[in-house]
């Protein structure tokens, strides 16, 4: 595949449930989803090695756990800022030692809650039959049947698990939102000297423990983004510096020094610069439809008359399950996982990419340049 080429999503595991994917043992009642997508759960669950299923399931893989990856400031090394090159020269303190520019990362759903999730047709799937699910919106509850649901039980998936997470930069640290030092700004670039006083408020700045940069919901729709904290205070108005990341945003060129962070940030965290992501979160809402499609085409085999499945026919049922219900197909969240793994070989690499897979327009502008 070449750069930037345009790739078309496939099913995940197509061909491997031949036989009927749903489950025909007793139901559980205390398996629940977490669907509701909150950054600072996503961050936490990366760190602490928490997976995607809530519970284990009593059929497939067992998704509990995952693969420890801590927020990038608490790596060994920890990533705390970058060094620019603008004009070709890297941007320095009084002409003499490199201005550190900080640098945070905020934890990415890889299946997006809100924007790829909620109201798609997977659901029908996933969720227990009248059961309330909690699609959180911008901070609050907002608990909903799903409509249609095939299933008397739910498959226990944590929309803020580990295996759906992966950290990836974006301009927190350094724009004008919350817990940021309001360097990026619009307009013509600005360097002068820093004074004394600056510098050292600069460097308490870039001090700050990982804790202090913590994410908060600041992505009106996916509650992506950085914490307020003392990062704010710490950078006041007084003694802010005047090394501005001005420039026009997505514009490529190497005199522009919004570029020159994105690109120092991209290459320092080994990832997508990351910010709105409306295309991407598009992209994976169609994954999630096709492999819908093919639930919606085993189900159909295993409750038709000529081709039903026995065990779901004879499976112990919950007290007031219709009959045209059928056990949760575990192995479903099996499929959610491939999905996030197929989506972060394109977000946590600039070598592989695909024009309708991107996290901001300054990746996209970017594949377009090359």
Known sequence: MELGELVSVAIPGQDSEADCPFSHEKPNPSEKNELGGIGTKLGDNLSAGK???????????????????????????P???VLIKVKGQTITINGK???PYPLTCAAHHLVPAQEALKG?????????????????SSGGPDPAAVPGAKVWGNVAYNVNGGQN????????????GAGGVGIWKSGGNKHTTLSNEQEETWARTLDLGP??????????????????????TAATTSARPVFLLAGTNYHIDDNNPKWAYVKAAMDSAGGLFHDRHKSYSDEVATYLKKIAEAYAAMYDRSTDPKTKCKKCEDAERPDGASASLVG?????????VVSANFFKKYVKSQSVTAKN?????????????K
């Open 165 to 176: 997470g992966v950290w990836l930069p974006g301009n927190y640290a350094v724009g004008a």
């Open 79 to 81: 990533l705390l800022c």
């Open 120 to 136: 798609n047709p997977i659901l029908k799937y996933m969720c227990k039959d009248g059961e309330s699910q909690d699609f959180r």
């Open 211 to 232: 804790d202090e940069w913590r994410q908060n919901y600041i992505d009106p729709v996916e509650e992506e983004g950085p914490q307020p904290g003392a990062a704010a």
């Open 51 to 77: 997976g995607v299923h809530t519970s284990k399931p009593p059929l497939g893989g067992d998704f509990t756990q995952c693969t420890v990856e801590p927020d990038p400031r608490r790596g060994k090394p």
């Open 328 to 336: 949760p197909p575990y192995g479903i969240v099996s499929r959610l």
């Open 357 to 369: 897979i991107y996290t901001s327009k300054w990746v996209l502008a970017w594949m377009e340049k």
């Open 97 to 99: 030692k490199p201005l």
